[in-house]
């Protein structure tokens, strides 16, 4: 009868992982979420900044376009106005957070008879201080 070698025994042989490494890698686990909800956080403060930059930027364009619009505004005179609390459909004391503004100014090109109107609409709004959108065009009287 064939007799199988005695079997090796390795004192202090370990298995599994020692507290060390579970504490490192809890801690970059860790690290790793705190990175994720700090960036998640600055991404969605830039969008909604962005959102209302674009709002505002909208609200200008719709001015300028109703200036534009020789039925609208038939006589393009000097012309100035503000409206307050509007809302992102651009109604007016609606409540909302932006203040519009604009002027149209006559511009004068030197040897000729006609002017230009210069419309300027600047629409602001506060979100983590004071913030404001301006555009500028010309129209033909």
Do not use: C
């Not at 619009?69 to 609390?85: K, L």
């Not at 300027?120 to 506060?126: A, E, I, K, T």
């Not at 004071?130 to 555009?135: A, C, E, H, K, Y």
């Amino acid at each position: 009868m064939r007799q199988s070698p005695p079997r090796r025994v390795v004192p202090n042989a370990e298995s599994g992982f020692s507290f060390i490494e579970i504490l490192m890698a809890i801690t970059l686990v860790s690290l790793g979420f705190l990175t994720y909800g700090l960036t998640s956080g600055k991404v969605m403060s830039a969008n909604a900044k962005s959102s209302k930059k674009t709002l505002a930027t909208t609200l200008a364009q719709d001015k300028i376009e109703f200036i534009k619009n020789p039925a609208e505004f038939p006589d393009h005179m000097d012309d100035s106005g503000t409206e307050e609390h509007l809302n992102e459909e651009g109604e007016v004391n609606a409540g909302g957070p932006f203040t519009r503004q604009w002027s149209v100014s006559p511009v004068s090109i030197a040897g000729r008879d006609k002017f230009l109107h210069r419309v300027s609409v600047s629409v602001s709004w506060v979100n983590n201080g004071p913030q404001s959108v301006t555009l500028s065009t010309l129209v033909p009287e």
